[in-house]
């Protein structure tokens, strides 16, 4: 009997941009993933709405430019729906303020449209855990305007590397992927302001944000 993943078991995602060919190229690489399928897909924020009521997907990638009803109002709307709504912003940008809406509105993550494949697989299991995602580099275009205090999450995870721990354990320790602690620790360096583990956890012990018996 062949060794597949039931649909029962894989992320189902719905899909939301105007724009036909990126909703063709996102729901192609989503469906290429043994742990995942796109359940629907919509072309404005009032389809979106729909889709979300009638499918309830695991995770929902959703662009912030769109007809009739913009990215944000549809953040808004689908956590007012469901307040366990896992929303992933996949959008083109100029300045921080649309991401820090999204953000604000709701949304576990934001990623450029010119993302990797690979990133945008990453988020997408990441935000289906109930995590956030955010790359270094949209971090730093949201200097000032979000903050850069470091989630519970991540003080969770500065604590156990401070006591060793691999990724591996960290991710048993944490119930996550190995995939998620790797992201964890990547916005750990990045608002720490270092660049291994060790600058991590003295920096963090040094400002008192974790401390170590």
């Not at 956590?79 to 576990?108: F, K, M």
């Not at 990797?116 to 997408?124: F, G, K």
């Not at 604590?159 to 998620?180: H, I, P």
């Amino acid at each position: 009997m062949p060794n597949t993943i039931s649909s029962s078991k894989k992320i189902r995602v719905l899909l939301v941009d105007d724009h036909v060919i990126v909703r063709m190229g996102m729901s192609f690489a989503v469906n290429n993933q043994p742990d995942m399928q796109v359940v629907a897909q919509a072309q404005d924020g009032i389809e979106a709405i729909e889709m979300y009521r009638l499918h309830q997907p695991d995770v929902v990638i959703l662009d912030l430019r769109m007809p009739k009803r913009n990215g944000i109002e549809t953040i808004i709307l689908m956590r007012r729906e469901s307040s366990g709504a896992r929303i992933l912003v996949v959008s083109n940008y100029d300045a921080g303020d649309e991401i820090t809406a999204a953000i604000q509105a709701g949304a576990r993550g934001f990623l450029p449209k010119d993302t990797s494949v690979d990133t945008l697989m990453a988020a997408i299991r990441c935000v289906n855990e109930g995590e956030e995602f955010m790359p270094p580099e949209v971090g730093k275009r949201l200097s000032g305007r979000l903050s850069s205090q470091l989630s519970t999450r991540e003080i969770e995870v500065l604590t156990l590397l401070g006591k060793g721990l691999s990724n591996k354990e960290l991710g048993s320790a944490l119930n996550v992927t190995e995939s998620t602690v790797k992201i964890h620790v990547t916005h750990i360096f990045s608002k720490l302001d270092v660049t291994d583990r060790t600058q991590a956890v003295l920096k963090a012990i040094k400002r008192g944000i974790i401390h170590m018996e």
